[in-house]
Structure formats: C-alpha cells, structure tokens
C-alpha cells in the first residue's frame, strides 16, 4: 500500500496498475508448475506431515515472528492472540450460539485484516486526533497523458527486466514456503527485492509492487495446490483459512472425503490451469488497456469514504452470518487487538499465522497444567 501510494502521488497510478498485472501473471506461470512438482515430492510422505501440522503452524508463527521489526512482542503476542482466537469461539459453543463443529476462522481472518483501519476510524471517535487531522483541502491525483494511450500486451514493454526477474525468483523462492502465511511472504519477500535499490525511490516502487503482486498470486496458489494435492489436509495458512472449504465442508466434504480423495492429478493439473489462463487473460488485458480509463472514473466518482464503508459493512455482515450479534463485537474485537499490535510491530503474518496454529498452541499450553 505504501509503495503504491507514493506512486500515485507520482502520476503513476495507471502505470502501477499496468506493473502489477504483469507481476501477478509471472507469479501464475511460475508457481503452478512449481507447485504441482513439490507436491508430486510431498505425496509419498503426507502422512508424517499431517501428524505435524500443530508444530508446523506454529514454527511457521515463531519463524514469521522473528523476522519481524518488533520480535519479542510478536513472540509474546502469539500466546496472548492464540487465547483470543480460540476464547471466543468457546464461548459461543457454551452459549450455544453456534454448534460444536462450527468455525468462524473466516470472520476473524476478516476482522485482523481490517484492523489497522478500524483502530484509524476509531481514533475519529477522539476530538483531539480529530482536530489534528488536516481539513479544507481536496487530494490532488495526477494521471499521464500517455496512459489514456493505446497498450501493447506484451509485458517486456510494461515491466524492466529487473522488476521481472525479481518477481519470478521471489515467486519460485515463495513457493516452497507454502506452509507460512501469504500476506507475511508477501511483504518479507517483497521488501527483501528492494532492499538495495535505495538511490531512486520510483524505481524501488515500481519493483515492490511488481514483485509483491508476483508473490500474492504464488504464495496463495502454491498454499492451496501443494495441500490440495499432495496431503488432502490443510496444513498451510491458505488451506487453513480462506481455501478451507475445499478440504472441510460438511455435508459435502470432509478431511476424509474432499477433492484430495475425488480427483486426479490428471485433473488438477487441467482445472487450475483452465481457471488460470481465464483469469489472467481476462485480468491482464482489462488492466494494460483500460487501467487509465479505470483509474479516472474511480477517482472521479467513487469516494473514498463509500469503499469503506463498504467494506465494513461487507465484514460485519459475515460476522453476523458467522455467529450472529456478539460475533460482530467479537470481530471488532479482534480489529481493535490487533490493528494495535499491528502499529506497535506485529505484522499481519505472524497474526495470520496464529490464527491457524491456535488450536495447536492452547492444546500445547494446556498439556502443561
């Protein structure tokens, strides 16, 4: 967001946009290969992996953890989320407001990542951050003239050859870490691609977006096909979290009966290559030939304000879907615990990470007492 920020102050919103399409297809073209060949290698030993999946999320949360800014707090803070995430749960099962067999990971996996922007909406409820905010000016955003231009598809003309070779390296370097969570990789890979590109902050932006949109598409892909494919389980944060109906989903499907157990590699590989090649080219060429013409009406007629409220709204209607009422306050909850931790050093992968491995680290703690 930052990156992508400092170039729209820059005119270069379209451009961006445009950089971002080519990174997501190089991170598509690389990781699923990629994927399909770790899991062909994971296949023959899945069962020693299931039986480690609590250690795995966990060492994945510890591993995410020290390679954050503030290490000790986010060790500290996966015990303190961990009783959070599971507490909550536990008490709409006593309460009966949801059966035994529900989860709610889904609104919670929301309400973290909303947290940053409920914790700056709330600080309007303060008069005194309020009045400092700046007043009586309007966001001036500039646009090029040449981006309203006619684009060719190709992405060498789109991407420097820099900003390609880094997002196929961190994409292929993102895939084996499946097991860790997409948004930690996302940024500790990305931030890792221009760490000595310090001299001109565009061309550092251009590449972090261009390489974090490779590793958003890689790290996400590889986290469902690897598990999917290799284990039948969800060991990863994607197959833990968001692609977690495909592995339990009852009536339908269970951790005995899902589509590990239904399907083929034959026909794997076939529908994520199908869905993929629709995807990107359906994605890529609205982006590199309307990416201007897109950017322009938003600015113009969307506001600001309306994608956010939006958006909340969209959160606390899923809350509400998930466990009714008190869920929305329990997501809230959550926003406000960990959007605060978020500003003081605790990144959204470690806090995703605990999430998933919760069950495991409380199953942990209590085999102490």
């Not at 080519?22 to 990781?31: D, K």
Request: aromatic share 8%.
């Amino acid at each position: 967001m930052e990156h992508s920020l400092f170039l729209r102050g820059k005119g270069l919103a379209s451009d961006t946009i445009r950089k971002m399409a080519v990174g997501s297809t190089i991170g598509t073209v690389v990781s699923i290969p990629l994927s399909f060949a770790l899991a062909g290698l994971l296949t023959p030993i899945a069962d020693p992996i299931k039986a480690q999946t609590n250690i795995i999320l966990a060492a994945g949360a510890v591993l995410l953890a020290l390679l954050g800014k503030n290490r000790i707090l986010a060790l500290i803070s996966i015990i303190l989320m961990a009783i959070l995430f599971e507490a909550l749960p536990a008490l709409y099962r006593t309460t009966h407001i949801i059966a035994d067999d529900k989860k709610v990971s889904i609104s919670f996996f929301l309400g973290i990542t909303v947290g940053p922007m409920l914790i700056t909406l709330l600080e309007l409820l303060n008069a005194k951050r309020r009045a400092a905010l700046p007043h009586g000016s309007l966001t001036e955003t500039k646009l090029q003239r040449s981006g309203f231009q006619a684009h060719k598809l190709m992405p060498g003309q789109l991407i420097s050859r820099s900003e390609g070779g880094w997002s196929a390296g961190m994409a292929a370097v993102s895939t084996p870490l499946f097991m860790l969570s997409p948004v930690g990789l996302t940024f500790l890979l990305g931030e890792a691609s221009v760490a000595r590109q310090k001299k001109n902050p565009v061309l550092r932006s251009q590449r972090a977006v261009t390489v974090m949109s490779a590793l958003t598409h890689s790290t996400y892909l590889a986290g469902v096909i690897i598990p999917l494919v290799a284990l039948g389980f969800p060991i990863s944060g994607v197959s833990a979290g968001p692609a977690g109906p495909l592995f339990n989903a009852p009536p339908v499907y269970s951790l005995e009966n899902n589509l590990h157990h239904l399907l083929q590699l034959p026909e794997f590989i076939l529908a994520v290559t199908v869905g993929a090649l629709l995807s990107v080219i359906i994605t890529y060429v609205i982006a590199v030939r309307w990416s201007s013409q897109i950017t322009y009406f938003v600015m113009r007629r969307i506001p600001h304000e309306a994608v956010l409220a939006l958006f909340t709204a969209f959160i606390l209607l899923l809350a509400y879907i998930d466990a009714g009422i008190p869920n929305i306050f329990g997501v809230l909850l959550i926003g406000v615990v960990c959007g605060a931790l978020n500003r003081l050093g605790v990144n959204y992968g470690v806090q995703f990470m605990t999430l998933y491995a919760a069950p495991g680290i409380i199953a942990a703690l209590a085999s102490l007492t």
